[in-house]
């Protein structure tokens, strides 16, 4: 048996209960677009983390002869054959330094994109499109104090190593 207070409260929680999925959901604060900051070489760029599936240490690629400009071979990445050229390369960077991180282009086939440092992750909403495109590839720049970074279009990247690859 349940005392009449109880059964008054368990009433009152369920009808609360009830109500809360009635209710429209509230919205989320937009915390702003959030970004991997790399750098190749001299200049520092961004990625955005909504156009990766993941970022790693380079590990073992094994070179294929014919490829492609780029193309510096294969790597098993969970549990796959991956392709992975060189991000430097196909922003035209010459002299970028050792390649030692890797990220993963969204989409049915991924590419892995390796680039020479990661220096870590950025939270920020102030966009500006680029003045001066160094690259088909940065079509907008993010500013961070006296700090600009180029922000690389991944999906255009992918499309442009799709183009060199099928006939």
Same mark, same amino acid.
């Given at each position: 048996?349940?005392?009449? +207070?109880?059964? %008054?409260?368990?009433?009152? &929680?369920? #009808?609360?209960?009830?109500?809360?999925? %009635?209710?429209?959901?509230?919205?989320?604060?937009?915390?702003?677009?959030? &970004?991997? %900051? /790399?750098?190749?070489?001299?200049? !520092?760029?961004?990625?955005?983390?909504?156009?990766?599936?993941?970022?790693?240490?380079?590990?073992?690629?094994?070179?294929?002869?014919?490829?492609?400009?780029?193309?510096? +071979?294969?790597? !098993?990445? *969970?549990?796959? &054959?991956?392709?992975?050229? !060189?991000?430097?390369?196909? $922003?035209?960077?010459? +002299?970028? @330094?050792?390649?030692?991180? &890797?990220?993963?282009?969204?989409?049915?086939?991924?590419?892995? $994109?390796?680039?020479?440092?990661?220096?870590?992750? $950025?939270?920020?909403? %102030?966009?500006?499109?680029?003045?001066?495109?160094? #690259?088909?590839?940065?079509?907008?720049?993010?500013?961070? @104090?006296?700090?600009? *970074? +180029?922000?690389?279009? $991944?999906?255009?990247? #992918?499309?442009? /190593?799709? *183009?060199?690859?099928?006939?």
């Amino acid at each position: 048996m349940t005392k009449p +207070g109880i059964d %008054a409260k368990l009433a009152e &929680l369920r #009808s609360a209960f009830d109500e809360s999925f %009635a209710q429209a959901a509230a919205p989320l604060e937009d915390a702003g677009e959030r &970004l991997l %900051a /790399i750098r190749i070489g001299d200049e !520092g760029y961004a990625l955005r983390l909504s156009e990766i599936t993941g970022i790693q240490a380079l590990r073992r690629v094994v070179p294929l002869p014919g490829g492609p400009e780029g193309f510096r +071979g294969l790597a !098993g990445i *969970r549990g796959r &054959l991956v392709a992975v050229y !060189g991000l430097a390369a196909l $922003l035209g960077i010459r +002299g970028a @330094g050792e390649e030692n991180w &890797l990220v993963l282009t969204q989409g049915a086939e991924p590419i892995g $994109l390796s680039f020479p440092a990661f220096e870590g992750f $950025l939270e920020e909403s %102030a966009l500006h499109p680029a003045q001066e495109r160094e #690259s088909e590839h940065v079509r907008e720049v993010l500013r961070t @104090g006296s700090v600009v *970074r +180029g922000v690389i279009h $991944l999906p255009s990247v #992918s499309d442009a /190593i799709m *183009r060199r690859t099928r006939p």
